[in-house]
């Protein structure tokens, strides 16, 4: 049963029909719900005991719940990777259990042919996998680089390879893509002041901030990028994903919609009702990934975004901080202040963010 | 103005706000008296052992005030003009109604100069700063003010309640008003109830009560998206969670977000989005190593029933108040903010010997 739903994903990954969406999710739904046992136990206390008959329909777990449960619509015995989250808000890691790599492969290298990203050189901001063996993001250069061991640019202890990355780019006449983690860029904006790419390069960030209290906006973010680097802003892309998904949304620039390719399709929720909001109206981002098989289709994430018609989504993200809170301190705050570096502050107090937030 | 007048002025404006009635002028007095005997009098300084003394306002006192209980505001301002400083306020960037009302019910030589922006020369001119608001607020305060300046911080704080022993209708109705109370955003609202008989039941009761208040045509709570989406995020983690985990239960308001009651058989310390949401727990056996990482944090324990047992394990806890539930947003007037005199930390006092006065 399991093979012959992978192959029809496949399928449709490589050649996607939209007629055909709908009734490979209900495949899937009902395949999850059969297989995975902590998600069956969720459809059944949500009361959803009939078919879905819409992929709509379909009930999304939160994102935490990857951090409480072993969502895993295989037997454990057969499982061939793990990927985790990075555990940063202090509440334990998220893990992402698969069966086989196929489908996480194809959809990979499939999202970024979808959006014609080029398929010059890659230069990775990132670990190898085999150093960040629980890492999507490697994983995912890994795939994009067909494994290429000198496309990675930070060693097993964090340190980004400055000199080498310098070299590469001055030396080599082509254009690059340049990979990682919006931390890693910020960490490498702080070592070099100009790194001008060729002509045609474009530069990928993805990920936040999340847990090392290192703020910065995007606007401001891809400002600097874009002088140090020498791209344009269109040539800046934001790669948005998680661990607990096999495939991702692109947006690029600065207040563009992130798309997604035929196989993923997402959903804005009410928070007041759980329902589908209307359209225009701020809400939380469901998404429905169908190379998940090996987890769970649907998953509610965490973030607030607003539809961009039927294929796009403007993502405004979540901010805890920002949470008008009164004086009533977050308990999670100070199980995160435990673990991560204090908060760098200087200047005038006149001139302070520090000063006059919510509370 | 004369302290008798300041003393007045203060009551007859605290007479417009319900939750200020403890602000009379008869307790007041005896405020001023428990904290500096009568050497804030006017008529001189006052015999004090073998020797005189008298209190002197530490002037101009700078009150830093965030959040969005108003609450902090009008205590800190009380305070200042109570001990006949000048007072200036920095206000939160989006304002506080009911503390301007206060103000404007005030003699128009006791109201305070106030700014939404901080001042520079207000911060060199202080001889007192009282700064509330988060811990990065403070430490920024804490390392750019002057050594001769008098710093008195009021960080953000967790509170809770102990329910030990039965507990009956009463209980209840004082820990769902205690939750209502600015929808739980003071630093005195309760995050969490302990229950040491029968937790569930507790737990159900409150949903109950919840239940009835917020039943019938009353308009559902409109809260921001961030707000919403924080309730929400916090409604399907613990419905995934209660689907997949013994003894944990969620109680939800029947439609819209206006409030959450979540039974955690697991003693730990939680995330909690607030806003009408409270867990109830079952009492481990030793709470102390639980608490540990909030007991610089933890200032009101409610507790029922208010005898030895309670009160002793609640100070042992780190509270720095303890009072019966029901009660915990509702502080005496002589009450010692965050442990500490609210009065005798704002004047300097000027000892005397060998005085013959001739006043």
């Not at chain 1, 015995?77 to 492969?105: N, P």
């Not at chain 1, 009702?273 to 994430?301: C, H, K, M, P, Y």
């Not at chain 2, 008298?54 to 005030?65: F, G, K, N, W």
Request: charged share 20%; net charge negative; proline share 6%.
């Amino acid at each position: 049963m399991n093979a012959a739903i992978e192959l029809r994903i496949l399928d449709f990954l490589q050649q996607p029909d939209e007629r055909e969406f709908e009734s490979i999710a209900l495949a899937i739904y009902a395949y999850q719900r059969e297989q995975n046992p902590a998600y069956s136990r969720y459809c059944e206390f949500l009361g959803q005991s009939e078919p879905a008959v819409s992929w709509k329909e379909i009930p999304a777990v939160p994102q935490q719940a990857f951090k409480r449960a072993e969502l895993r619509s295989f037997p454990a015995s057969e499982t061939v990777i793990e990927f985790r989250t990075s555990g940063t808000t202090g509440e334990g890691f998220g893990r992402h259990f698969m069966r086989s790599l196929r489908l996480y492969e194809a959809s990979v290298q499939g999202g970024w042919d979808y959006f014609r990203l080029p398929r010059h050189p890659l230069l990775l901001l990132m670990p190898h996998a085999a150093v960040a063996r629980y890492s999507s993001l490697s994983r995912m250069g890994s795939i994009l680089t067909n494994d290429r061991n000198d496309a990675f640019f930070l060693d097993g202890n964090g340190a980004l390879q400055v000199d080498r990355l310098r070299k590469i780019v001055s030396e080599s006449g082509g254009p690059f893509t340049l990979f990682g983690p919006a931390l890693a860029f910020v960490n490498l904006l702080e070592v070099i002041a100009e790194l001008p790419l060729p002509p045609g390069s474009i530069l990928m960030e993805t990920g936040g901030f999340k847990g090392t209290n290192r703020e910065i906006g995007k606007a401001d973010l891809y400002s600097r990028l874009s002088e140090c680097f020498h791209l344009d802003f269109d040539s800046i892309w934001n790669e948005y994903g998680m661990t607990e998904l096999s495939s991702q949304f692109y947006s690029n620039g600065l207040g563009s919609a992130h798309l997604a390719p035929p196989w993923l399709r997402f959903m804005i929720v009410d928070p007041k009702t759980n329902s589908e909001a209307a359209t225009g109206e701020v809400g939380l981002l469901r998404i429905f990934d169908l190379a998940n098989l090996w987890s769970v289709l649907a998953i509610q994430t965490q973030d607030l975004a607003v539809a961009q018609g039927r294929s796009g989504f403007l993502l405004l993200g979540r901010d805890p901080e920002a949470l008008p809170r009164g004086c009533s301190r977050p308990i999670d705050e100070l199980i995160r202040r435990s673990i991560s570096t204090k908060r760098e502050t200087s200047g005038s107090i006149a001139n302070s963010n520090a000063v006059g937030g919510p509370c | 103005m004369q302290l008798a007048d300041r003393v007045e002025a203060i009551a007859s404006a605290a007479r417009e706000f319900t939750w200020l009635d403890d602000l009379t002028a008869q307790n007041i007095e005896r405020w001023i008296a428990l904290e500096l005997g009568t050497l804030l009098n006017a008529d001189g300084p006052q015999i004090y052992g073998d020797h005189h003394c008298t209190a002197q306002p530490l002037s101009p006192i700078l009150h830093v005030i965030s959040g969005n209980t108003p609450h902090a505001g009008i205590q800190s301002l009380t305070r200042g003009i109570l001990v006949g400083a000048k007072n200036r306020v920095k206000l939160p960037r989006q304002g506080l109604a009911e503390f301007d009302l206060f103000v404007q019910l005030l003699p128009a030589e006791l109201r305070p100069e106030a700014s939404s922006s901080l001042r520079q020369d207000w911060v060199e001119e202080a001889e007192a700063i009282i700064v509330f608001g988060s811990d990065e607020t403070v430490e920024f305060f804490a390392r750019h003010i002057s050594p001769r300046q008098r710093l008195v911080v009021h960080g953000h704080k967790i509170s809770l309640g102990l329910v030990l022993g039965p507990h009956d209708e009463n209980t209840v109705e004082g820990a769902v008003q205690d939750v209502l109370v600015f929808d739980q955003l003071g630093c005195l609202s309760p995050q969490l109830y302990y229950v040491e008989n029968d937790s569930v039941e507790f737990a159900k009761r409150l949903a109950a009560r919840f239940n009835e208040l917020f039943s019938g045509e009353k308009a559902a709570s409109e809260w921001t998206s961030e707000i919403a989406g924080s309730l929400r995020n916090c409604r399907e983690e613990w419905k995934f969670r209660a689907a997949t985990e013994p003894e944990t239960h969620v109680w939800e308001s029947p439609s819209g977000l206006d409030w959450l009651v979540i039974h955690d058989p697991r003693p730990d310390l939680v995330s909690n989005p607030l806003y009408r949401t409270i867990f109830v727990k079952p009492l481990p056996q030793n709470l102390e190593p639980v608490l540990a990482p909030i007991r610089n944090h933890l200032s009101t324990v409610g507790v029922h029933p208010v005898d030895s047992r309670t009160t002793e394990l609640a100070i042992r806890l780190g509270a720095q108040r303890v009072c019966p539930i029901g009660k915990m947003q509702k502080p005496p007037a002589v009450w010692h903010h965050d442990g500490c005199p609210t009065l005798a930390n704002l004047v300097r006092f000027v000892d005397i010997e060998g005085l013959i006065w001739n006043g």
